[in-house]
């Protein structure tokens, strides 16, 4: 029987999801508000639901007999997929995993309860409590919203006056009436891409990311091999799987942040679902697999982990976000660099009469460059290539 799966979310990001499922003959159901999302023309189904609730999802899947339910690149599900899953007995993460995953009170309280290596905080409920987490915790801190994501309601703050104004700021975007301030690390963030099924970890992949330097840095793209794998890989995939299993993450994709400093990694951030800007894909190059069919045979229970042999030797790949340096209108776009083996992808999602302006987040991307090479080095004298063969015009602004 022909398998069925609902897929949460509908947007550009989630297509490679619907195309993997459509290549594997699975019937897809793409739930998502109503919109004009280009994932759903991939859908065989359509299910208007409000993916952040997660009862109202469970109850639309109820309704639909479905046999899994997956997401990628997109927290608002989260916690939708862990309450389907536990009350209808689908493979995946449980309720109470997923929601340790999309609350970062939980969050930290899971992992400093395993010992896990994260930045100091305090929960914070008012004021009194706020200056009390500013004499305990060293600066800079950052006051972080609990239920937001993409950095929203997040704020590094140098001095208790810029923490005072930022609470009240991070109070007024949060749904909750707490949040948190936490010790700023002050490193280099990166990445490690992980799965697990029946408790057991599948694979585990560091990863570099490029940051975009904004007020905290959002990754822009990321690559392999991990720069400091030789000194620093196996603190980083032992902090994971800690993490992983803090949480109670099980039979899902795995995306953690992290922060390295003075030689010891820090977990930022994790969650059950597979990562953004690109990292599906370089999972897929790396491994020589297409991750999205991975994705969807750990939600339907079918077995993954002959897909990763231990012994593997992994293709260096990066991916990296296209974006304009100045604000005007497209008058052309263009990639002129010859066709190549290694380079996988040159796309752009706008066109001419478009309006681009820099970079300040993912709304921002005019485009995407996926490569491979023999190494890390061979990718990124390869990617500065492609790079200034991307003819961009724009009519600037007055
Ligand atoms: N304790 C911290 N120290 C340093 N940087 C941090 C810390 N917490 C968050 N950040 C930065 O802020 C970004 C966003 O925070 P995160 O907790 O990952 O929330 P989001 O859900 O918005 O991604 C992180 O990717 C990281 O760059
Ligand atoms: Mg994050």
Redesign the pocket.
Same mark, same amino acid.
């Given at each position: 029987m022909e398998k069925r799966v609902m897929i949460l979310g509908a947007s550009y990001s989630q297509i490679p999801l619907y195309q993997a499922a459509k290549k594997m003959g699975i019937h897809t159901i793409a739930a998502s508000i109503k919109g004009p999302y280009s994932g759903f023309d991939h859908a065989d189904e359509c299910c208007y639901v409000d993916i952040s609730d997660p009862q109202a999802v469970v109850e639309a899947a109820k309704k639909l007999n479905i046999d899994g339910i997956a997401t990628c690149s997109l927290?608002l599900g989260m916690a939708a997929i862990g309450a389907v899953c536990e009350e209808l007995k689908l493979p995946g993460p449980s309720k109470e995993a997923a929601f340790r995953a999309s609350n970062?009170r939980e969050m930290k309280r899971a992992l400093t309860r395993a010992g896990v290596q994260t930045?100091a905080f305090v929960e914070v409920s008012d004021e009194k409590e706020l200056e009390e987490a500013l004499n305990k915790l060293s600066f800079p801190v !950052?006051v972080?919203a609990v239920d937001?994501?993409?950095?929203?309601g997040?704020y590094?703050c140098e001095t208790p006056e810029e923490a005072r104004e930022n609470y009240k700021k991070t109070m007024e975007e949060t749904k909750k009436d707490y949040c948190l301030v936490?010790?700023?690390?002050?490193?280099e963030?990166f990445g490690v891409e992980a799965m697990i099924q029946n408790g057991r970890i599948i694979y585990e992949l560091p990863n570099n990311i490029e940051?975009f330097q904004g007020d905290?840095?959002?990754?822009v793209g990321h690559s392999v091999p991990f720069r400091q794998m030789d000194t620093l890989g196996g603190q980083a995939i032992k902090q994971t799987a800690l993490a992983i299993h803090a949480l109670g993450l099980d039979n899902c994709p795995v995306n953690c942040?992290m !922060?390295k400093k003075d030689g010891k990694v820090?977990v930022?951030?994790l969650t059950g679902r597979s990562g953004a800007t690109g990292i599906s894909e370089m999972v897929g190059i790396y491994y020589g697999l297409d991750y999205y069919e991975m994705i969807l045979r750990v939600a339907l229970g079918m077995e993954v982990a002959s897909y990763f042999p231990e012994d593997h030797q992994g293709v260096a790949n990066l991916t990296h976000t296209l974006m304009a340096d100045q604000a005007g209108t497209i008058k052309s776009i263009e990639n002129t660099i010859p066709a190549d083996d290694n380079i996988l992808e040159v796309s752009f999602n706008v066109e001419p009469g478009d309006e681009v302006r820099p970079y300040q987040n993912g709304r921002d991307r005019i485009g995407q460059v996926i490569l491979r090479g023999k190494s890390l080095e061979e990718c990124e004298s390869r990617l500065k290539k492609v790079l200034a063969g991307i003819q961009l015009r724009l009519n600037e602004k007055m």
């Open positions: 927290d970062k930045a !950052i972080k937001l994501m993409g950095s929203r997040i590094r936490e010790e700023f690390i002050q490193g963030i940051a905290t840095p959002s990754p942040d !922060i820090y930022i951030e």
